[in-house]
């Protein structure tokens, strides 16, 4: 079980973006991996719960969480495979730890809270709530997005992982998340 959720070994920088629903996750990815011409790893969570959604009107549950775990890393690891350079990341394992935390009353499988912590990244991109929101068929928590900012906020914090907090419009948050990749870049080499 464990092996499913492992990092294969990659020389890529990675590069995730981390934070509350509806806070522009999903668009800054994309335009960065547009930008630096390289692979995407999209969110499975959002589509494996999209599925369930509309085949049967069911909500995410416990038991899911392993398997959409899974579903994330062997797409992170197909797409780390396909590039040497930067792998931009939509989501990870410690995000679902967050969610799965606040939902199941601080309880996820023990594989999803151990290999969330031992998986690498080179820099977290923790999106604020300054944005709009847009409901969708899966987000539930407009009125809690500060709770949950500081939730990710703190898990970084706990981790002592790097990050960069992105606020402003999408251009402002691109700006500063290139700036900060571009140094990032330069203490790699």
């Known amino acids: 079980m464990e092996e499913k ?3 294969n070994p990659s020389n890529c920088i990675k590069i995730v973006l981390f934070g509350p629903e509806s806070t ?4 800054l990815s994309k335009q960065l991996a547009a930008h630096y011409g390289t692979q995407l790893v999209g969110e499975y969570m959002r589509e494996y719960l999209q599925d369930k959604w509309d085949a ?3 909500v995410c549950v416990y038991d899911d969480l392993l398997p ?19 792998l931009v990341c939509d989501t990870n394992l410690l995000e679902l730890k967050v969610y799965g935390e606040f939902y199941y009353e601080g309880e996820i499988p023990k594989a999803l809270d151990k290999i969330s912590l031992e998986n690498v990244y080179d820099l977290y991109l923790l999106t604020y ?6 409901q969708d068929d899966l987000r539930d928590l407009p009125h809690q997005r500060e709770e ?10 706990i981790y002592g992982l790097k990050y960069v907090i992105l606020k402003g419009d999408n251009t402002t948050r691109f700006n500063k998340a290139i700036q900060s990749i571009e140094q990032l870049i330069k203490t790699k080499k």
Do not use: Y
């Open 5 to 7: 959720l492992r990092q």
């Open 24 to 27: 522009g996750k999903t668009t």
């Open 56 to 58: 049967k009107k069911e």
């Open 68 to 86: 959409i775990a899974e579903g994330q890393m062997r797409l992170e690891n197909e797409a780390a495979q396909k590039t040497n350079t930067i």
């Open 129 to 134: 709530i300054d944005v709009p929101w847009v």
């Open 148 to 157: 949950m900012f500081l939730r990710f906020k703190e898990c970084l914090d």
